[in-house]
């Protein structure tokens, strides 16, 4: 097999921990799981760092328990691989 390079596609989004959902569609491969990566910021561009990463892969509430967690590191950097051609809830929570 060749090597394998995912497409990178960058979405930017913001909300002011207002709920405000901001949809994205994404076109997927035949590819099963996703890398989502990214960097989590305050509404002033400060990142969060050593915050908390929970996404729910569905259009449920987000009172039930998330699928993924992850955490930042120190620049406010995160990394989860969830499933490819599902809809996503991402929250984050800092200090």
């Not at 979405?11 to 990214?38: C, Q, Y």
């Not at 009172?63 to 996503?88: E, I, M, P």
């Amino acid at each position: 097999m060749a090597n394998y390079r995912p497409r990178t596609i960058t979405m930017v989004a913001g909300s002011n921990a207002s709920g405000t959902m901001v949809p994205f569609d994404i076109e997927t491969s035949a590819w099963k799981m996703a890398l989502l990566k990214g960097t989590a910021l305050t509404p002033t561009g400060t990142a969060i760092a050593s915050g908390a990463v929970a996404v729910w892969e569905s259009t449920n509430p987000t009172s039930t328990a998330a699928n993924h967690t992850t955490f930042t590191d120190s620049k406010g950097r995160y990394g989860v691989t969830v499933k490819a051609n599902t809809a996503l809830k991402i929250k984050f929570y800092g200090k």
